[in-house]
């Protein structure tokens, strides 16, 4: 186990040290900024339009980098959305009940090449 801290800890800093290698990460929380109707509440008394964002949630991205010289690399990227639950059609009657929700999650991957 030393062995394997030791190897992994050593290629580290001659990456560091070369700098072909970068490994960066982040995550925040999107706000939802231009609404639009996803769906409707409909009782006995009422109907009343739902309004959301799909794009709104937490997001998380890691990317890592490889230069194979001073001009030319390699990145890859992954990333996560977890959106908030989106109410789509709400219906409360005495005989019919339906509770529709949209769950906005996506995953994503992307590669480039830059010169």
């Known amino acids: 186990m030393k062995h394997l801290v030791a190897v992994c800890a050593a290629v580290l800093i001659s990456s560091v040290s070369y700098g072909q290698w ?6 925040g929380y999107a706000i939802g900024s231009a609404t639009m109707k996803l769906g ?3 009782s006995t008394s009422e109907t009343e339009n739902s309004y ?7 997001n998380v991205q890691l990317r890592g980098t ?3 010289d001073d001009s030319f690399g390699v990145d890859l990227s992954v990333g996560y959305l977890h959106g908030t639950d989106q109410d789509v059609s ?11 929700v949209a769950r906005a999650r996506a995953f994503g991957a992307f590669c480039i090449c830059s010169i």
Request: glycine residues 10%; aromatic residues 14%.
């Open 22 to 27: 970068q490994v960066s990460a982040s995550s």
């Open 40 to 42: 409707e509440r409909i």
């Open 90 to 100: 709400i219906v409360d009657l005495p005989s019919t009940e339906v509770n529709a």
């Open 52 to 58: 959301g964002s799909y794009g709104e949630g937490t």
């Open 66 to 68: 490889y230069f194979f």
